[in-house]
């Protein structure tokens, strides 16, 4: 079994910048894709990013260039720093963990093998 527990977050003014952490319990984080999403007021929960490895990341269009998704195996951490934000990446943030060996897509949300606790982000104008 495999905790995520969640912490950073807050409310922000638009152009800061907020990191997000996901820590893992557990001794096989390195056998996990770590992914964050998110759920915006009314709207169904996205993909942000994912790190299969510390050198393989994908991030959707909407953050690309703003956002970076880091892992750090020896601390069973992944992170998400957020830049430039903007109102539009108000949302409640979840990280989730995919069993790599599983093969399974990682858009495909019911895949995940487990889930953080949510942290909200509110961005201000």
Do not use: H
């Not at 807050?10 to 907020?18: E, F, I, N, P, T």
């Not at 993909?47 to 020896?74: E, H, M, P, Q």
Request: glycine share 8%.
């Amino acid at each position: 079994q495999v905790q995520l527990v969640q912490s950073g977050g807050g409310l922000v003014q638009a152009g800061d910048s907020l990191r997000l952490s996901c820590a893992a319990s557990g001794r096989t984080f390195n056998s996990y894709a770590m992914s964050w999403f998110r759920q915006a007021p009314g709207k169904e929960r996205e993909l942000v990013a994912i790190s299969w490895s510390v050198t393989s990341t994908y991030y959707v269009d909407s953050v690309k260039g703003r956002f970076t998704i880091s892992r750090d195996n020896a601390k069973n951490t992944v992170y998400l720093q957020m830049n430039s934000l903007t109102p539009e990446d108000t949302a409640v943030y979840y990280c989730a963990a995919l069993d790599i060996k599983s093969g399974s897509y990682f858009r495909d949300q019911k895949k995940y093998n487990y889930w953080g606790q949510g942290t909200q982000v509110t961005v201000s104008s």
